[in-house]
């Protein structure tokens, strides 16, 4: 019912001009970003966090099944990893506002390293089995809910809030590279030397970033008053409900996603039932993912500050276009070329997302902020189902089709209903 109370409270209006104050030259941000060490830090921290994180991706599901020979074992590994990083993200963002976010971000860190070590002893000694490659998943799932979020709670106070849609972009870029590389890497690693050398590659990636989160300075939870740990987290979900513009845009953001990850897993059907690409096919389709995602950063880059609802809702439309014209794409290269711009447009609308939700977000409760937005996201596999039963009966070009127009369909409504949804941009000038 509070999601209905949050779109029906009034008709359209223009936006007023920002304040003077609010306007800031892309060069100026950019400079004023390239001479902050503790972005600096954040950024190369966080890039070889995730070259990590999608390496163990490929890793863990390459031993689960060298260990196994058994399908249900790549299940049971990510299923592991799912659960502990949902039950984590509950109490997680507590944790987070409640105590100095370097130092916890670190000892999350360092049980990651200390998770993936043990799997590189076992791996030299002979003596690795799948029993200890769940116990590593589950150690490192459980350790990163603690390290991004607080590493986002972390960037508006390093950058300040003009720079952050900036600051944030760049993040995205990072991760991206990192999501095109360094599968790569690891399967070249993989077929050369070894699975000994993909975890030393692995863990010197997960050792840098440790280093560059040494090198930040602390940051300290702020002073408000204590409650009691349940009731922190449920106030939380309270501050969201209550902020309408905040719980909107989270809303706003999952949208988007229902669609996207459940194209990752549908993808596979389009490039060999309806393109007859095969397996290099299904590459390059990944491929086009990073590339995509790489030049959504790029254009959320060069987006002028103090604009946030307005190109969100442009991006997603963007994104819903690229995914009508995806779906009925005759030859396979058109394919590539819309994906392209589906995840283009999808990390533009998302970056604006969490620009939105950080610049709303007051400092004594962004922990949780940040952590249940990440949660409100883990619901976008749930987009699989209606999509793959209407791709079974309907062929997975209507069922795309659909979704496309249903994603039109909510954002248009978002935008004309709710009032509290096109103010997002005042609210978050706080």
């Known amino acids: 019912m509070w999601l209905l109370g949050l779109l029906t409270n009034g008709r359209p209006r223009l936006r007023k001009e920002l304040p003077s104050d609010m306007k800031f030259s892309a060069h100026s941000n950019w400079k004023r970003l390239s001479n902050n060490d503790q972005f600096r830090w954040l950024f190369a921290g966080n890039t070889a966090l995730f070259f990590g994180f999608f390496a163990t991706v490929l890793l863990r599901s390459l031993l689960a099944w060298e260990l196994t020979g058994d399908e249900m074992a790549l299940a049971y590994i990510n299923l592991v990893s799912a659960v502990c990083m949902l039950v984590m993200s509950l109490i997680s963002g507590v944790v987070i506002d409640r105590f100095e976010r370097r ?23 002979g003596h690795l089995n799948f029993g200890f490659l ?52 690891v399967g070249i690693l993989a077929d050369l030397a070894g699975m000994v050398y993909c975890y030393v590659f692995l863990l010197v990636v997960h050792v840098l970033s440790l280093l560059c989160t040494f090198r930040l300075q602390d940051y300290p939870a702020s002073n408000t008053m204590r409650q009691g740990f349940f009731r922190e987290t449920a106030n939380g979900f309270i501050y969201i409900v209550r902020n309408r513009s905040l719980g909107l845009v989270i809303l706003f953001g999952i949208l988007p996603m229902l669609i996207v990850v459940p194209l990752q897993n549908l993808m596979v059907v389009f490039v060999d039932d309806i393109w007859q690409a095969g397996g290099s096919g299904l590459g390059i389709m990944m491929g086009a993912m990073g590339i995509g995602g790489l030049l959504g950063s790029i254009i959320m880059g060069l987006l ?11 991006g997603t439309l963007c994104m819903a276009f690229f995914l009508l014209l995806f779906s009925h794409a005759p030859l396979f290269w058109m394919g590539v070329l819309t994906v392209v711009g589906i995840y283009a447009a999808s990390v533009f609308s998302q970056t604006l997302v969490h620009t939105s939700v950080q610049l709303m977000a007051e400092d004594y409760i962004r922990g949780r902020v940040t952590t249940i937005t990440m ?31 249903l994603l039109a369909m909510g954002v248009l409504l978002m935008w004309y209903l709710s009032a509290s949804f096109r103010k997002i941009d005042e609210s978050a000038r706080v």
Not at 103 to 125: K, N
Not at 389 to 402: D, E
């Open 103 to 125: 130092r916890l971000m670190a000892i999350a860190q360092t049980a990651v390293v200390a998770a993936e070590s043990l799997i590189l002893v076992l791996l030299v000694t």
């Open 134 to 185: 769940l116990i590593s998943a589950a150690a490192a799932s459980i350790a990163f809910p603690f390290i991004m979020p607080a590493r986002t709670a972390m960037l508006v106070e390093a950058v300040g809030k003009p720079s952050l849609g900036k600051a944030t972009a760049m993040i995205s870029a990072g991760i991206n590279i990192a999501r095109m590389t360094s599968p790569a890497i």
């Open 375 to 405: 949660m409100s996201l883990s619901l976008a596999p749930i987009g699989t189902i209606p999509l793959a039963f209407i791709s079974k009966h309907l062929g997975p070009s209507w069922a795309m089709t659909i979704a496309a127009v």
């Open 304 to 314: 002028g500050e103090g604009r946030l609802v307005k190109p969100m809702v442009i």
